[in-house]
C-alpha cells in the first residue's frame, strides 16, 4: 500500500530552521515527482515546492524563494524540505505528494509553527 508519512514539524522562534521529511514506501518513489504544500487555518492548500523525480529540476513559490530548499534521495525513498529563515506567515501543516501522471499520493501532515 503507498504510504507518505511526513515528520520533522515543531514550533521555531521566527528566523529559525527547520528539516522537513517525507518517507515513501509501497511504490516505486523514483518515478514520481515530488511536491510540498502547506495549509494555513482559513487558507487553501498552497504549493511551495517541487522537484522532478531524479531531482534535477525545483521550483518554489515566490514566498519561500532563498530560504526553502527542496531535495530528494532516491535509493533511500525520501524527500526533504529544508526551510531556513522562518517567519510566523510560514505558519501551516505542511504535506508532501507525490504525483505521477493520474496516480497522486498524498502523507498526513506535520504542523510546523513559527513564534517567539
Known amino acids: 500500500q503507498a504510504q507518505l508519512v511526513e515528520s520533522g514539524g515543531g514550533l521555531v522562534q521566527p528566523g529559525g530552521s527547520l528539516r522537513l521529511s517525507c518517507a515513501a514506501s509501497?511504490?516505486?518513489?523514483?518515478?514520481?515527482?515530488l511536491r510540498w504544500y502547506r495549509q494555513s487555518p482559513g487558507k487553501e492548500r498552497e504549493l511551495v515546492a517541487g522537484?522532478?523525480?531524479?531531482?534535477?529540476?525545483?521550483s518554489y513559490t515566490d514566498s519561500v524563494k532563498g530560504r526553502f530548499t527542496i531535495s530528494r534521495d532516491n535509493a533511500k525513498n525520501m524527500g526533504y524540505l529544508q526551510m531556513n529563515s522562518l517567519k510566523p506567515e510560514d505558519t501551516a501543516v505542511y504535506y508532501c505528494?507525490?504525483?505521477?501522471?493520474?496516480?497522486?499520493?498524498w502523507g498526513q501532515g506535520t504542523q510546523v509553527t513559527v513564534s517567539s
Open positions: 505528494n507525490a504525483v505521477m501522471f493520474q496516480r497522486n499520493y
Open positions: 509501497g511504490f516505486t518513489f523514483s518515478t514520481y515527482a
Open positions: 522537484v522532478s523525480s531524479f531531482g534535477s529540476s525545483s
